[in-house]
């Protein structure tokens, strides 16, 4: 028993295929109505999706339509489906991408922090940093500017407003208040050659 009868006029597959590859929209329509149905049920069984169901039957017809010279006659539905099985597949692929693409957007990349992102994560927020808080701020900023900024004595002035004379004196001083401080904090070994 055939669930959905073939429809639309006397004409055969082929001899509409013929007018459509002539650019008759009229024997299109009556392809349409008599392969849909049939075509739309099958691809409901291969994909669970019924929006890609529906742009799949739309870019078959689209595909009869550009290519209906390309048939050589006879049944149509065996042709019929091999565009349609194939505009499937392309249309599972392009969402697989999509979905990589979105993916790739979405989550964050398994990146270790770098030894200068570590250094710098220590001074913030480890015994360096607690440190570097008891001191005063333009000692603070000196060591700052200098150390974890990398900036050059001159650079320094510049960026503070104050001569280069006075940044290395506060230096100086600061890595004396930051060694005395990190000793009350975290007793041991000092910094080496960051104080």
Request: aromatic residues 6%; charged residues 30%.
């Amino acid at each position: 028993m055939r669930l959905f009868r073939p429809m639309g006029g006397d004409l055969a597959d082929d001899a509409l295929l013929r007018a459509v590859a002539k650019g008759d929209a009229e024997a299109l329509g009556i392809f349409y109505d008599r392969h849909s149905g049939w075509l739309h049920a099958r691809l409901t069984r291969r994909c669970a999706d019924p929006e890609t169901v529906r742009e799949v039957l739309q870019d078959t017809f689209v595909a009869v339509w550009r290519s209906a010279a390309g048939h050589h006659g006879g049944e149509a539905g065996g042709w019929l489906w091999v565009i349609a099985a194939r505009r499937l597949v392309d249309a599972r692929r392009a969402q697989e991408r999509a979905e990589r693409a979105r993916r790739v957007e979405y989550e964050p990349a398994d990146v270790a922090p770098s030894a200068e992102d570590r250094v710098l994560t220590g001074l913030e927020y480890g015994d360096v940093g607690a440190a570097l808080d008891r001191i005063s701020p333009e000692l603070r900023d000196v060591l700052r500017a200098t150390v974890v900024d990398g900036l050059t004595t001159g650079e320094t002035a510049r960026l503070l407003g104050i001569p280069e004379g006075t940044v290395k004196t506060r230096a100086m001083r600061a890595r004396k208040e930051l060694r005395l401080e990190l000793g009350r904090i975290a007793p041991g070994p000092g910094l080496g050659g960051i104080a």
